[in-house]
């Protein structure tokens, strides 16, 4: 079961008369919490460097008051 867990990385449930008493699972250095969440499923890795990010509309100069409309909109499409 050992050599199990060391070649997969995955956990090994052992039972006793079919009843779940430990788990051996690979031992993780500290700091290493992301190779385990990955490893388990719970992260994906980034597969690819980000792109360029949009440019952000221009929106011009606003007064208080487009500002206060424009922010209650924001607010109304969640």
């Known amino acids: ?5 060391a070649r997969t990385g995955e956990p090994v449930a052992v039972t006793d008369r079919g ?3 430990w ?6 250095e ?3 919490g992301l190779a385990r969440a ?8 980034a597969s690819a460097a ?7 509309a221009r929106l011009g100069k606003m007064t208080p ?3 206060s409309r424009l922010i209650a909109d924001m607010k ?3």
């Not at 788990?23 to 993780?28: E, N």
């Not at 990955?38 to 890795?45: C, H, Q, S, V, Y």
């Not at 980000?50 to 952000?56: E, V």
């Open 50 to 56: 980000p792109g360029n990010w949009p440019q952000p």
């Open 23 to 28: 788990r051996i699972t690979p031992f993780d």
């Open 30 to 32: 500290p700091g290493d």
């Open 65 to 67: 008051e487009d500002l």
């Open 1 to 5: 079961m050992l050599d199990q867990v």
């Open 19 to 21: 009843v779940p008493k």
């Open 76 to 78: 109304s499409e969640r």
């Open 38 to 45: 990955a490893r388990e499923g719970r992260l994906t890795r």
